[in-house]
């Protein structure tokens, strides 16, 4: 490498270092020397506590005026009067409460020509908030930065830069600030709603709620129990109404001077709203003119008929008591026309039991069948809203009752069901007389005998260890089987291990039966029975059973017990097996 190129080469380098060492030492002196610091652009104040606002996003265009009311309700004074846009000012406050600023000229450094390249002559706009405690900031906008999206702002006289979004936030169209939503009452507000219908013939139809606690309630037919989630899908979609175009003059409607064809009426926390809507001769726009705030508007017509045109059919609830019910139920009751009595079940701590006619254990199995079709016990339809005639319906008197207690209340829910047809079956609720229509097989099941209820398990000898002897009967003989101190069985007075005696003991701790019939129905056709008796070593009885055979078939029944069980013929041999003679 030569000596020049050399030469050369460490210069460029020297050069490189040095200036990058003046650039250091001017940055640094720069910082030293005050470059200001950002600052917030409201000083820590919100937009939303603002009591008034001016905004001119354009020279061109009119100041827009907004003023915070008592109530917190924010409404444009100027250059119109109506409700503000709620979304438009959280809009701003979002660009505006965090927003912060960095001067550039102090007011002491701002000259014309200053002015001139910042673009503030002419302006692009303004706007000023203004506090309650009097407090004011306000602002000029200027032109855009060289680089990025900053823009120059000026405040107090001063020439600061900030982001351009201070201003692009501000610059929308005059609807754009106003409330693009017809109603002041949300669904969470409203007390009272009333929808007036005209027909295409001139009939008028009202629909009115009013708010019962936390539901809502036809009015004039409380008795009448509605949708909750139907009824309040229904009032979100029609309080949810959007201006589509704001319109001028109140008689601009396009659809002539006519009674209009819906009128809602609502009273709520926000006041009362009064809404006329027309529909065009297309029937594709929906114009209207709302009270009190004194606007005229279109609406897209489509998105809001569907709520508008809602029959009370479909307002109305299609359950007839609520599904978790059966999840809390306590007590079912059954009345079976020409049964002497009720059939009753009884909840206890998740197992049911049987508590009318019989003292028993329930059929899990049955009464499983039961609560999975009350719960798909819907209304299919309404037939007559106020009968005066329930014999028709086979409602009058002999009809299938039942009735529903959830536990912790005191009053049963009780329904009485009629005559079927081949498509439903006539029910009503006891506390109405409204008729309606449900489905066959969701109630067919509950004209069972009680027998069908019985359990299949027979009652168990809980501790089996407990029995040391059992005593086995046939007419006139009876025989005594003695447990030894190895647990196996042997005739009472011998030693010789009786295995059969175990067979029959094992099974009748186990076996269920196939059918349960009520002993009354068949008394007179069983013979003697075989009986065994389990009891402890002192002689004390802890259970019995009874074994019979008709006809070829068995039957085990607890001694004095108002059923017998079907059983298989294995299962009786066994318990016979061990009888004397």
Same mark, same amino acid.
């Given at each position: 490498?030569?000596?020049?190129?050399?030469?050369?080469?460490?210069?460029?380098?020297?050069?490189?270092?040095?200036?990058?060492?003046?650039?250091?030492?001017?940055?640094?002196?720069?910082?030293?020397?005050?470059?200001?610091?950002?600052?917030?652009?409201?000083?820590?104040?919100?937009?939303?506590?603002?009591?008034?606002?001016?905004?001119?996003?354009?020279?061109?265009?009119?100041?827009?005026?907004?003023?915070?009311?008592?109530?917190?309700?924010?409404?444009?004074?100027?250059?119109?009067?109506?409700?503000?846009?709620?979304?438009?000012?959280?809009?701003?406050?979002?660009?505006?409460?965090?927003?912060?600023?960095?001067?550039?000229?102090?007011?002491?450094?701002?000259?014309?020509?200053?002015?001139?390249?910042?673009?503030?002559?002419?302006?692009?706009?303004?706007?000023?908030?203004?506090?309650?405690?009097?407090?004011?900031?306000?602002?000029?906008?200027?032109?855009?930065?060289?680089?990025?999206?900053?823009?120059?702002?000026?405040?107090?006289?001063?020439?600061?830069?900030?982001?351009?979004?201070?201003?692009?936030?501000?610059?929308?169209?005059?609807?754009?600030?106003?409330?693009?939503?017809?109603?002041?009452?949300?669904?969470?507000?409203?007390?009272?709603?009333?929808?007036?219908?005209?027909?295409?013939?001139?009939?008028?139809?009202?629909?009115?709620?009013?708010?019962?606690?936390?539901?809502?309630?036809?009015?004039?037919?409380?008795?009448?129990?509605?949708?909750?989630?139907?009824?309040?899908?229904?009032?979100?979609?029609?309080?949810?109404?959007?201006?589509?175009?704001?319109?001028?003059?109140?008689?601009?409607?396009?659809?002539?001077?006519?009674?209009?064809?819906?009128?809602?009426?609502?009273?709520?926390?926000?006041?009362?709203?009064?809404?006329?809507?027309?529909?065009?001769?297309?029937?594709?726009?929906?114009?209207?003119?709302?009270?009190?705030?004194?606007?005229?508007?279109?609406?897209?017509?489509?998105?809001?008929?569907?709520?508008?045109?809602?029959?009370?059919?479909?307002?109305?609830?299609?359950?007839?008591?609520?599904?978790?019910?059966?999840?809390?139920?306590?007590?079912?009751?059954?009345?079976?026309?020409?049964?002497?009595?009720?059939?009753?079940?009884?909840?206890?701590?998740?197992?049911?039991?049987?508590?009318?006619?019989?003292?028993?254990?329930?059929?899990?199995?049955?009464?499983?069948?039961?609560?999975?079709?009350?719960?798909?016990?819907?209304?299919?339809?309404?037939?007559?809203?106020?009968?005066?005639?329930?014999?028709?319906?086979?409602?009058?008197?002999?009809?299938?009752?039942?009735?529903?207690?959830?536990?912790?209340?005191?009053?049963?829910?009780?329904?009485?069901?009629?005559?079927?047809?081949?498509?439903?079956?006539?029910?009503?609720?006891?506390?109405?007389?409204?008729?309606?229509?449900?489905?066959?097989?969701?109630?067919?099941?509950?004209?069972?005998?009680?027998?069908?209820?019985?359990?299949?398990? $027979?009652?168990?000898?809980? *501790?089996?260890?407990?029995?040391?002897?059992?005593? =086995? !009967?046939?007419? /006139?003989?009876? %025989?005594? +089987?003695?447990?030894?101190?190895?647990?196996?069985?042997?005739?009472?007075?011998?030693?010789?291990?009786?295995?059969?005696?175990?067979?029959?003991?094992?099974?009748?701790?186990?076996?269920?039966?196939?059918?349960?019939?009520?002993?009354?129905?068949?008394?007179?056709?069983?013979?003697?029975?075989?009986?065994?008796?389990?009891?402890?070593?002192?002689?004390?009885? $802890?259970?019995?059973?009874? *074994?019979?055979?008709?006809?070829?078939?068995?039957? =085990? !029944?607890?001694? /004095?017990?108002? %059923?017998? +069980?079907?059983?298989?013929?294995?299962?009786?041999?066994?318990?016979?097996?061990?009888?004397?003679?």
């Amino acid at each position: 490498m030569g000596l020049k190129r050399l030469l050369g080469m460490l210069f460029v380098v020297v050069a490189l270092l040095g200036g990058g060492w003046a650039a250091l030492n001017w940055t640094s002196a720069d910082a030293d020397d005050g470059v200001e610091p950002m600052e917030s652009v409201l000083g820590g104040r919100s937009v939303v506590a603002a009591s008034r606002i001016v905004i001119q996003n354009d020279p061109q265009q009119a100041k827009i005026e907004i003023e915070r009311g008592d109530d917190g309700t924010y409404r444009m004074v100027e250059p119109l009067q109506d409700l503000a846009s709620p979304a438009m000012l959280d809009n701003i406050r979002r660009v505006y409460d965090g927003a912060r600023m960095q001067l550039l000229f102090a007011p002491d450094d701002v000259t014309d020509a200053v002015l001139r390249d910042r673009e503030f002559e002419p302006g692009r706009g303004s706007v000023r908030f203004e506090w309650s405690d009097g407090h004011a900031f306000e602002m000029q906008f200027g032109g855009r930065g060289a680089i990025g999206d900053g823009m120059f702002i000026r405040v107090d006289g001063g020439i600061y830069t900030t982001s351009a979004a201070l201003l692009s936030c501000l610059q929308a169209g005059m609807a754009d600030y106003r409330d693009p939503y017809v109603f002041q009452n949300k669904l969470s507000q409203v007390q009272r709603f009333k929808l007036t219908r005209r027909a295409k013939d001139g009939a008028e139809s009202e629909l009115a709620f009013r708010r019962d606690s936390m539901a809502f309630r036809i009015e004039g037919r409380e008795d009448l129990d509605l949708a909750q989630g139907v009824v309040k899908e229904m009032l979100e979609s029609i309080l949810a109404i959007r201006v589509h175009g704001f319109m001028q003059g109140r008689r601009n409607t396009g659809v002539g001077p006519r009674t209009p064809d819906y009128v809602i009426e609502v009273e709520g926390a926000r006041g009362k709203d009064r809404v006329e809507l027309f529909l065009d001769a297309q029937e594709s726009r929906l114009v209207g003119w709302a009270t009190p705030r004194d606007i005229e508007f279109s609406a897209k017509a489509a998105k809001y008929r569907a709520a508008l045109e809602i029959a009370l059919r479909t307002l109305r609830s299609h359950w007839l008591f609520p599904r978790s019910m059966l999840d809390e139920l306590e007590r079912m009751t059954i009345g079976v026309p020409g049964a002497s009595s009720p059939l009753s079940l009884e909840n206890r701590s998740g197992d049911f039991y049987l508590v009318s006619p019989i003292q028993f254990l329930a059929n899990p199995t049955t009464v499983s069948e039961v609560l999975a079709k009350l719960r798909e016990l819907a209304i299919l339809d309404f037939v007559e809203d106020d009968s005066e005639d329930l014999a028709r319906y086979g409602l009058a008197e002999n009809f299938l009752t039942l009735r529903l207690r959830q536990r912790w209340q005191r009053e049963d829910v009780e329904l009485h069901i009629g005559n079927r047809t081949p498509e439903f079956t006539y029910l009503r609720r006891a506390d109405s007389r409204h008729v309606v229509a449900v489905a066959n097989d969701t109630v067919e099941l509950l004209s069972r005998a009680w027998i069908e209820y019985v359990s299949l398990e $027979l009652p168990r000898i809980r *501790v089996g260890a407990s029995v040391q002897r059992i005593r =086995v !009967a046939k007419g /006139d003989g009876s %025989v005594l +089987y003695v447990r030894n101190a190895e647990g196996d069985w042997a005739r009472d007075g011998s030693e010789e291990i009786d295995d059969r005696v175990a067979d029959a003991f094992d099974t009748a701790r186990e076996f269920n039966g196939r059918r349960a019939i009520e002993r009354a129905s068949i008394a007179s056709q069983l013979g003697p029975p075989v009986t065994l008796s389990f009891e402890t070593a002192q002689g004390r009885v $802890l259970s019995g059973l009874e *074994v019979f055979e008709q006809g070829g078939s068995w039957f =085990v !029944a607890v001694p /004095d017990a108002p %059923v017998v +069980y079907e059983v298989r013929a294995l299962v009786a041999r066994y318990l016979v097996a061990i009888a004397p003679g």
